[in-house]
């Protein structure tokens, strides 16, 4: 039989329902039997559907997406398109896919202000992230309870995240409480119910329940410290210092009556940590008391702390720590901290710092202003800049008033060419090569012999 023949033969076992309408449509006439050949099968109608959700099927993609990424993404409908998908892949059977969902849309939250869109869709992310929360494995409850985070800095304070603390805070207060659960998820959680608190909450009773859970928890370390010298560390001490920041955070917006019954039992058992072997949590404990003081001062000028000497000879201790069985790396950044908490003990002084973000400046002059940024500075990640300028929330927290509005010109005449920036990085890249050059251990005994 010639080819041209063979290739237009109909086979009797149906093979032409299979393939596309037109074509199988061409072949029975050409095989002379007259069919009801359906346009489209159900394995087509598959297949398009495959292809019109190939765009948000895969929500590693936009887990890695930064905020450069997200500005070059085109119109907002095509955001908010994948942003739908990713919704939607939250409730998926994977753990793995429902964790990158997640993932992409804290990327997103902490990236974009998507006031609106989360608005007629709070409800529906707040069960996603409560699904997620009672029956996800670890992994997936540190991403679940980062997005309810970074979902409260984006509502901000009023009813909408009032609704979402109320759903969400009994299921963290109860992941940070169990201890079959992973230590990972309940710091996570720790922070994430500290920073929903903190925003969302007008409940004085809420507040209060939340700084008792989470007083519950680092006060452990407190009882260890009854039984020994020396503070062991453990699998829980990341626990315990999560735990101790997010009460730390909270007691800022405590009222003075509140605040002076913590100060009293505080006071006398934080001093305790400092001894800690975890150099994180010697950090922590350290801070916090410098926040303390800096509140007790505010309530009462005159405040005396009893047992100053010997507070004071152990932080300078810790400022000026020399022990070699102690890493270099952990020395260095706890003399740094240190010699600021004495100068706060002693002196009521603070290292003003300076933050720039776009062509704004804020001030970093206290203790709770530095506590308060670097908690959202955990939350928000390198999307902290971006919400500085646009979130009313954060601007009102940090004192920075209405957001400032740039037209596009204003915005390019603000940025440096890629040939300065190289410049400018080259220049400080070889003044700080020569300034640790100078203070290498090597060369300053060499001087020290002549």
């Known amino acids: 039989m010639p080819k041209n023949k063979k290739r237009n033969t109909v086979h009797r076992g149906g093979g032409a329902g299979r393939g596309s309408g037109a074509a199988a449509a061409t072949a029975a006439t050409a095989g002379g039997q007259h069919?009801?050949?359906?346009?489209?099968?159900d394995e087509d109608a598959s297949i398009e559907t495959m292809s019109h959700c190939s765009g948000y099927s895969d929500p590693?993609?936009?887990a890695e997406?930064?905020?450069?990424v997200l500005e070059e993404e085109g119109s907002q409908e095509d955001l908010e398109y994948k942003l739908k998908g990713l919704i939607d892949l939250t409730l998926d059977k994977s753990a793995k896919t429902r964790q990158a969902a997640l993932e992409g849309l804290k990327n997103a939250l902490t990236s974009k202000m998507l006031y609106e869109f989360l608005l007629e869709r709070r409800m529906t992310l707040t069960d996603s992230i409560e699904?997620?929360?009672?029956?996800?494995?670890?992994?997936?409850?540190?991403?679940?309870?980062?997005?309810?985070?970074?979902?409260?800095?984006q509502l901000g304070p009023g009813i909408e995240s009032e609704e979402v603390l109320k759903t969400l805070g009994p299921i963290l207060k109860k992941i940070i409480c169990d201890a079959t659960a992973s230590v990972q998820a309940r710091q996570t959680c720790a922070t994430c119910l500290g920073v929903c608190c903190f925003v969302a909450t007008d409940d004085i009773t809420e507040l209060y329940a939340?700084?008792?859970?989470?007083?519950n928890v680092f006060s452990k370390c407190y009882l260890q410290e009854k039984d020994a010298s020396l503070v062991r560390s453990g699998p829980h001490t990341v626990l315990h210092i999560s735990s101790l920041l997010a009460w730390t955070l909270l007691l800022t917006i405590c009222p003075i009556s509140e605040v002076k019954k913590k100060l009293e039992t505080h006071f006398r058992k934080l001093p305790g940590l400092l001894s800690s072997e975890d150099v994180d949590l010697r950090i922590a404990a350290g801070e916090s008391l410098a926040l303390l003081f800096e509140l007790a001062r505010g309530v009462e000028s005159d405040f005396l702390y009893d047992d100053m000497d010997s507070l004071t000879q152990m932080l300078r201790a810790l400022a000026t720590d020399g022990n070699k069985h102690r890493a270099k790396v952990d020395k260095r950044k706890q003399r740094s901290v240190f010699r600021d908490v004495l100068r706060a003990v002693e002196e009521r002084d603070f290292p003003t710092e300076t933050v720039k973000f776009g062509?704004?400046?804020?001030?970093?002059?206290?203790?709770?202003k530095k506590h308060t940024y670097d908690t959202f500075r955990e939350v928000l990640g390198s999307g902290l800049q971006y919400h500085l300028q646009s979130n009313e929330f954060l601007r009102n927290v940090f004192e920075l008033g209405p957001p400032v509005m740039l037209d596009a010109a204003a915005l390019k005449t603000m940025k440096i060419s890629r040939f300065e920036r190289h410049l400018y990085n080259s220049a400080a890249f070889k003044a700080r090569t020569k300034a640790r050059s100078k203070c290498r251990d090597k060369r300053a005994d060499v001087g020290e012999f002549f």
Do not use: H
């Open 131 to 153: 699904r997620c929360l009672r029956k996800g494995k670890s992994d997936e409850q540190r991403a679940a309870a980062a997005l309810a985070a970074a979902l409260c800095v």
């Open 210 to 215: 939340t700084l008792e859970c989470l007083e």
């Open 60 to 62: 590693s993609s936009f």
């Open 65 to 68: 997406d930064g905020p450069e």
């Open 35 to 41: 069919r009801n050949v359906q346009p489209f099968s």
């Open 359 to 368: 062509p704004e400046r804020m001030y970093i002059d206290c203790w709770v």
